[in-house]
């Protein structure tokens, strides 16, 4: 079972000159009972926690502008006190990890110190460090590297602790760390060499979203550890580290590893007891008066797609909609919608929306069974409503309409037909040409422009229209702007599956096509297809049977051969 150890002090900051004081007494007091001393170090090997609480140090050279010293004891909060039980149960497990961070939270000096504990009371262990360039790594006598920062952990240790024989001079030659000792080593590897320099207990990869070539990086990793650890903030969707957090699952303390996906440890800003929501503010208003508010996003709210131009649903929309309906006091008066996107191939997943009026009911994903069981999964979730089910017709879609019809035509045994009273189906074709063309895209507005200009086909009109809603519900919540609550849209808090929603909402951008018409881009590079979220853009945007029939664009324009 992994240890979790020496919770912090509750107050924050710690009194470091107490903790000081603590430490001397301890270490005055294992000097002079050896069994003390031996029975004490025997319980250091299985619990690191306990030691980084005890013995580690970190250096912060901000506090060079005030009276606290730059180097001071590492008392952990609790979430770092998890981050190392997550880093023992990875080497334990031999299991492979990825911790994703808020900046400023310590965790790559908590995975430093990790190392420096192992160094320690691992015998025969080689622990490996990788970053993109090689003065992060190590640059002797620079504390931003990480091999310094383990330098400055190794020279502040009682030396009673150190290894039989340690000299710091011969063994801590750059980016290495020798224990002649046992046999334990710590090396630093950097770019694309990451991984060549052979077999590892642990690897650490810090910052690892902003690698320029991961995918070398990967392979040269397979062989050469079970247990590789990426620590980032993040850094945009579609790289390795952004596709290996979604594949993966949260760790939650005191549980088994998984061992079929990457197992994730997530440290936000509201772990760090020293940020409340005076901090937040004050932090994002300086953010958004120097114009970089789109960092901020990404490195404090770890929002991947904060710096991606050309998001069609802004992250913070979607964070305003969360409990609109609570907030803007209205509820789901109106008729149920819903829609399902079927799974292509491969990866893919099914996905079915539920709404009703303007409050989302559920929005969920699933993997496996053909189209068949996923129309019969989605006609069960619906049965006893009346609504009509929207679904991709292209494609796969095809098979949705067979399984209709053959629930619609046949029976059971009490002679009722399988297809459920009120429950119809509506062929949704993303490809089609966008409703009301000769409408303009904002009603009643003469100054926008037309839909059959604007919107090269329906995907590109359901997805913008999905847009209005949002950014209509945000300014409801955000400024008190009166709107209908028929045109808003509210995710319940408790709604199971809304984390993944949120990101899939956020990750489609926009851009135009050689007819200066816009197009959705729902699959910027390395990103998987957005099922939910595709799934509710058909929910809240019907699209009349005909919509679906090649000939529909030019009766259309027949009709509208006059401008009115």
């Not at 330098?151 to 000299?167: E, K, N, Q, S, V």
């Not at 005076?278 to 789109?294: C, F, I, M, V």
């Not at 919540?477 to 956020?506: C, F």
């Not at 197009?519 to 919509?547: C, H, I, Q, Y």
């Amino acid at each position: 079972m992994t240890a979790i150890s020496a919770p912090p002090a509750p107050a924050w900051p710690p009194d470091y000159v107490a903790e000081l004081m603590t430490r001397q007494h301890r270490l005055r007091r294992l000097k002079a009972d050896v069994r003390l001393r031996m029975g004490l170090i025997e319980r250091y090997r299985d619990d690191p926690a306990g030691w980084i609480a005890h013995w580690a140090v970190t250096y912060d050279p901000r506090n060079a502008a005030s009276d606290a010293p730059t180097v001071m004891p590492f008392v952990p909060f609790p979430r770092q006190v998890e981050m190392i039980a997550f880093l023992q149960a990875s080497v334990d497990e031999q299991q492979s990890g990825l911790i994703e961070k808020a900046r400023d939270m310590g965790a790559t000096w908590l995975a430093c110190a990790f190392s420096v504990w192992l160094w320690l009371y691992r015998p025969g262990a080689a622990i490996g460090w990788g970053s993109r360039k090689e003065q992060l790594v190590d640059k002797i006598g620079d504390p931003d590297s990480i091999f310094e920062k383990m330098r400055i952990l190794i020279r502040h240790l009682p030396r009673l602790m150190l290894p039989a024989g340690f000299d710091p001079r011969d063994d801590m030659p750059s980016m290495k760390i020798i224990n002649r000792a046992t046999g334990a080593t710590i090396t630093g590897e950097c770019g694309d060499n990451i991984g060549r320099g052979g077999r590892k207990l642990i690897y650490f990869k810090d910052e690892s979203a902003h690698y320029e070539r991961p995918e070398k990086i990967e392979a040269a990793l397979a062989d050469t550890t079970n247990v590789q650890i990426d620590i980032s903030s993040v850094n945009g969707p579609g790289n390795v580290f952004h596709r290996r957090r979604e594949s993966g699952v949260e760790w939650a303390p005191g549980a088994a590893l998984a061992t079929d996906r990457v197992n994730v440890f997530v440290m936000d800003w509201r772990d760090h007891p020293a940020k409340d929501a005076a901090w937040y503010a004050g932090r994002r208003a300086k953010a958004a008066a120097d114009g970089l508010l789109h960092i901020f996003a990404q490195e404090v709210d770890r929002n991947y797609t904060a710096a991606v131009e050309g998001i069609i649903i802004p992250g913070d929309w979607v964070a305003s909609a969360i409990d609109a309906h609570v907030m803007l006091g209205f509820d789901d008066e109106g008729a149920w919608r819903a829609a399902l996107d079927p799974a292509d191939e491969g990866g893919d997943r099914h996905a079915l929306a539920i709404a009703k009026g303007s409050i989302v009911h559920s929005v969920d994903d699933w993997g496996e069974g053909d189209v068949g069981k996923a129309t019969r999964l989605a006609v069960d979730r619906l049965r006893g409503r009346t609504v009509a089910l929207q679904y991709d017709s292209i494609g796969v879609g095809a098979g949705v309409k067979a399984e209709a019809n053959r629930l619609r035509d046949e029976v059971d045994a009490d002679g009722q037909a399988l297809l459920p009273a009120g429950i119809t189906f509506r062929p949704w074709n993303a490809g089609a040409a966008p409703l009301r063309p000769r409408e303009h895209v904002v009603p009643g507005d003469g100054e926008t422009p037309i839909n059959g200009d604007f919107y090269a086909n329906l995907k590109a009109q359901a997805w913008w229209q999905l847009r209005l809603r949002f950014e209509r519900t945000h300014k409801a919540v955000t400024t008190g702007q009166v709107y209908d609550p028929a045109d808003l849209i509210s995710l319940p808090r408790g709604m199971p599956g809304l984390a993944s929603l949120r990101k899939e909402l956020s990750q489609a951008t926009r851009a135009v096509n050689g007819a200066l018409k816009l197009v959705v881009d729902k699959k910027p590079d390395g990103t998987r297809s957005p099922n939910k979220a595709d799934a509710l853009v058909m929910a809240f945007w019907p699209a009349e049977d005909a919509v679906a029939s090649a000939g529909f664009l030019e009766l259309v324009r027949a009709a509208n051969a006059v401008d009115p």
